[in-house]
């Protein structure tokens, strides 16, 4: 699996493992790393892995980077085998930061839309807790699973949820429907919702740095 790398510092401290969309590759949220205006501070290692190519559903089974598959847009069966085998990869990335030095406390997953899904459903499952999740214009995959998977390490994980309310991809009230479910089960969710489409917008990013900045 290869990625992109960016460190803001010299011997990073803490790492943001950050995870595309569908289509898309580990240059998609190169540029958001100037963008955060991060303190200098802050070192961070900024990851972003490309996903694997695979043929996805939705799209006649034309063969793009995917996460997994999608079987029909706005919900219905998941590609449960697909969802679970991203996990893995996004945990051997989690180890080969530890590797690095890097604790699991210091390590962000950050992930938009399929890798939102993605992101959530490996840091909820972490058996060591992680310093916090960025979820963007994404949903919950695999919630009917959740109650009898969750870790302990990581039931007060702090998570950053936020949508389009435009979204025409995945509706705001999936969304919406996702953080409940997450509320329910006692997660701290900071909610975000702002006029726009299935993208990212300058006031987003803004609440992206802070949020960064008061968990690291």
Request: glycine residues 8%; hydrophobic residues 45%; contains cysteine.
């Amino acid at each position: 699996m290869d990625e992109i790398e960016i460190e803001t510092g010299a011997n990073p401290d803490a790492a943001v493992i950050w995870l595309h969309g569908l289509g898309a590759d580990g240059h998609d949220f190169e540029p958001i790393v100037p963008e955060l205006r991060l303190p200098a501070a802050l070192r961070l290692r900024f990851v972003f892995p490309h996903a694997p190519i695979q043929p996805v559903t939705i799209n006649g089974g034309m063969r793009m980077r995917a996460w997994y598959d999608i079987l029909q847009l706005g919900g219905g069966p998941e590609d449960e085998k697909g969802i679970r085998a991203s996990q893995g990869l996004l945990g051997k990335l989690i180890e080969r930061e530890k590797s690095r030095g890097i604790p699991a406390s210091r390590i962000v997953l950050a992930g938009f839309s399929q890798g939102g899904a993605i992101v959530l459903q490996a840091a909820l499952r972490y058996p060591e807790r992680l310093a916090g999740v960025l979820a963007l214009s994404t949903y919950l995959p695999l919630a009917a699973k959740l109650a009898e998977e969750r870790h302990a390490a990581n039931a007060a994980l702090p998570i950053f949820m936020a949508h389009g309310s435009y979204d025409d991809i995945i509706p705001l009230a999936r969304a919406e429907r996702s953080r409940e479910l997450l509320e329910a089960a006692g997660y701290r969710v900071q909610w975000h919702a702002y006029p726009m489409p299935h993208s990212v917008c300058a006031p987003e990013i803004a609440d992206l740095s802070r949020f960064l900045q008061d968990i690291l």
